[in-house]
């Protein structure tokens, strides 16, 4: 699979904020996964999103799949502590997944 | 109820030593997956093995050789352990694209 990059690679987030993540490509992505990777935890999947301009939600959480489908973006809205963790976007094809290096987010009380 | 399973959680151990990890795994995929992250959180792939058959070997050193008992277990083993091996290795399983990750194996090399 081809590389995914993410931005930023590091945020500081107020409780209570609004913070997006994003993810992109310079070619077309045949679909887009997002992963939460709590700390000392393992990876969980979150979404998958298949469809030029598709947007999913779940709860607080608003992922998007851009038109041309090289870009995705992942939302969340009134940040909870629980919302700490690592957040990778991957891409799956040819049998693996290809991992972008992934947004680290810490949530200030 | 778990669903990935990994042994051991941790593991320190000497240069040149030879170590295994196993995994299993009960939701009845085919495909299974060993996974390196670094330091840096940066996850990439090993192996993966649908039905027991190696279908994916990553250039990775062949002082690691993964075995697959049945398509509910791979087990990694690590020969001439390096310095470098130091890392989280994460066990994971599918059946579409969705993937179930175990909760790793921290393994330090002194």
């Known amino acids: 699979g081809q590389q995914v990059m993410q931005i930023p690679q590091y945020q500081h987030v107020q409780e209570g904020e609004d913070f997006t993540t994003y993810c992109n490509s310079s070619?077309?992505?045949?679909?887009i996964q997002w992963y939460k990777q709590r700390p000392g935890g393992h990876p969980v999947f979150l979404i998958q999103?298949?469809?030029?301009?598709e947007v999913k939600k779940q709860k607080r959480l608003t992922f998007q799949f851009g038109e041309a489908k090289k870009n995705s973006s992942l939302h969340i809205t009134a940040t909870q502590t629980t919302d700490v963790g690592t957040y990778f976007c991957a891409e799956y094809g040819n049998n693996r997944l290809a991992f972008g290096k992934g947004n680290q987010v810490v949530v200030i009380p | 109820d778990t669903a990935v399973s990994q042994t051991p959680k941790y593991l320190v151990t000497q240069m040149g030593n030879d170590k295994s990890i196993k995994c299993e795994q009960n939701l009845g995929h085919d495909t299974m997956y060993w996974y390196k992250q670094d330091s840096k959180k940066f996850l990439k792939i090993m192996f993966s093995?649908?039905?027991?058959?190696?279908?994916i070997n990553e250039t990775v050193p062949n002082r690691f050789s993964p075995k697959s008992p049945d398509k509910a277990h791979l087990n990694l083993h690590i020969n001439s352990l390096e310095l470098g091996d130091s890392a989280v290795y994460f066990c994971?399983?599918?059946?579409?694209?969705?993937?179930?990750f175990g909760p790793g194996t921290r393994l330090t090399v002194l």
């Open positions: 093995y649908n039905n027991k058959e190696l279908i």
């Open positions: 999103l298949v469809k030029s301009g």
């Open positions: 994971a399983s599918s059946l579409h694209n969705e993937q179930f």
């Open positions: 070619t077309t992505l045949s679909n």
